[in-house]
């Protein structure tokens, strides 16, 4: 296997047009790794800010990128023993949290960032930050759940638990959004999705949201979702935004209401007022993807539930950067590389 040639897309230097295909030699696994041929590989808007130098300003280059990947077991470590040559598995990204809490140092061993990614052909993933991915789904549907299918479940299954006819609020319809919603539809969650184009309105509406708003021509989205449940406000909001989007956010989160803060695309910081945060008694919760067991409950989860990931397009392994490009205009669901 050494002597094989490992093809890999590389960072030398912040920018997209510092991302360039490399070749190297195929890694060893150490006694408690398995090694991994990828097939598919899904990026995340976390991918973007680290290529783009805004997530991780002390990146040490050269650097592969992409934490989301499924792939077959092609060897095992002399010390494995939850794995075999043949089986298809997902990568935990933050490796070093199998359950409970989080471990002290987040993001200390995590795939894409202080790791090496996934967008390569063979990858070692250990065997205590690897999963065996759904059977119902495809290489580039199974791609697309480490960090946005982990998150959404998180946030609606394990922080909190599903009550069935509350409501629950979903910015955006990239790929957390999308699985969010396909989860609060299982659980008998109102969801309400928000969204500057009504066609990506329209086809959250047919995968199940209860009521949707387009923030463009209803800027003040919160009192809209107010009024949607008569004055009561929601139980829930996926933050997806950050920034003082957090301010319509809270005021339209009802008493006891949940801000799981997921995204931050609008800024690094959150800006709300104190007082109906206070009033409100409202919960305020930081999420950073899940972990190991979760994501094998979330997986057979996928399969009882029949859930099927929403992809906008799968690019080729020569396609990367064209990938990274059709990321900044905002899918509807996940952008994937089929690496082989």
Do not use: C
Not at 126 to 136: H, I, Q, T
Not at 158 to 174: C, H, N, R, Y
Not at 288 to 304: D, L, V
Request: negative net charge; glycine residues 10%.
């Amino acid at each position: 296997m050494s002597t094989d040639i490992n093809r890999s897309w590389q960072l030398s230097g912040f920018g997209l047009s510092r991302l360039k295909p490399a070749e190297g030699g195929v890694p060893e696994p150490g006694p408690h790794d398995l090694l991994v041929r990828t097939t598919a590989v899904s990026l995340n808007y976390k991918d973007k800010m680290i290529v783009e130098g805004t997530l991780i300003p002390d990146l040490a280059f050269p650097h592969v990128p992409a934490s989301d990947a499924v792939g077959e077991v092609v060897g095992i470590g002399s010390a494995v023993s939850r794995f075999k040559v043949g089986q298809r598995v997902l990568g935990q990204v933050i490796a070093d949290w199998p359950d409970g809490d989080a471990p002290p140092v987040l993001h200390k061993h995590t795939l894409g960032s202080s790791l090496p990614g996934t967008l390569s052909e063979y990858v070692p993933f250990g065997e205590d930050a690897a999963v065996l991915a759904p059977p119902s789904l495809s290489d580039v549907e199974a791609a697309t759940l480490p960090i946005a299918a982990l998150t959404a479940w998180f946030a609606l299954a394990e922080a909190t638990k599903p009550i069935a006819g509350q409501t629950v609020l979903i910015q955006g319809t990239g790929g957390v959004s999308l699985f969010a919603l396909q989860f609060a539809a299982a659980f008998g969650l109102r969801a309400i999705v928000t969204s500057s184009s009504d066609d990506k309105l329209r086809r959250a509406r047919e995968m199940g949201a209860w009521q949707v708003i387009n923030y463009r021509t209803q800027p003040a989205w919160d009192e809209a979702a107010r009024d949607l449940t008569e004055g009561m406000g929601v139980n829930h909001v996926l933050e997806m935004v950050g920034g003082d989007n957090a301010r319509r956010s809270i005021n339209a989160l009802g008493a006891d209401g949940r801000l799981s803060v997921i995204g931050l695309l609008g800024g690094m910081e959150l800006n709300f007022p104190i007082i109906p945060f206070m009033r409100n008694r409202i919960i305020v919760q930081g999420l950073s993807i899940g972990h190991r067991r979760a994501f094998e409950r979330m997986n057979q989860a996928i399969e009882a539930l029949a859930i099927k990931p929403v992809i906008d397009k799968v690019y080729g392994f020569d396609q990367v950067p064209q990938a990274f490009e059709h990321l900044e205009k905002g899918p509807f669901g996940k952008i994937v590389i089929a690496t082989s």
